[in-house]
């Protein structure tokens, strides 16, 4: 019962920090779109029977994971720079949200490439373009 009941603090703590670096509001959506998207192509790539498709489909799902941190810092100094309580894009923070909405987009639309490839209607290729798209757009998100 104990193991439980720490795990569970664990991660109610882990949850306010969320909350105080993110709030509820529109950067808060912004992390959560891009956690369900890698979550998604995740999901798509485990049923790829093919070891070599999948392989390079895992590895391509791991740049894009890798690049959680940066999406949660992101959300992080745009929560603090433009709060937003709610789902209003604040004055001047509008090219750091269409930055991270346009990468929860892409990622999407990997993960839909990487069901086609799963599918044998598509090219590795095409996944991999969506991915750099994705990491285009976090670049474009950080800069501005």
């Given at each position: ?15 306010k920090q ?100 799963r599918l044998?209607?598509?090219?590795i290729e ?19």
């Open positions: 019962m104990k193991l439980f009941s720490r795990r569970r603090r664990v991660k109610q703590a882990r949850a969320i909350q105080k670096d993110l709030g509820e509001g529109l950067w808060r959506q912004a992390h959560d779109r891009y956690v369900r998207g890698l979550d998604r192509y995740h999901q798509i790539v485990e049923g790829v029977s093919d070891d070599e498709v999948y392989n390079r489909l895992v590895l391509i799902g791991n740049d894009l994971a890798d690049q959680l941190p940066r999406v949660y810092a992101i959300c992080r100094d745009a929560h603090a720079q433009f709060p937003a309580v709610e789902m209003q894009v604040p004055a001047g923070a509008s090219a750091i949200h269409s930055g991270l909405s346009r990468a929860a987009n892409h990622l999407a639309t990997t993960a839909e490439a990487a069901a086609m490839v044998q209607h598509g090219e095409a996944v991999l373009h969506r991915a750099q798209q994705v990491l285009d757009c976090l670049a474009t998100a950080e800069t501005d």
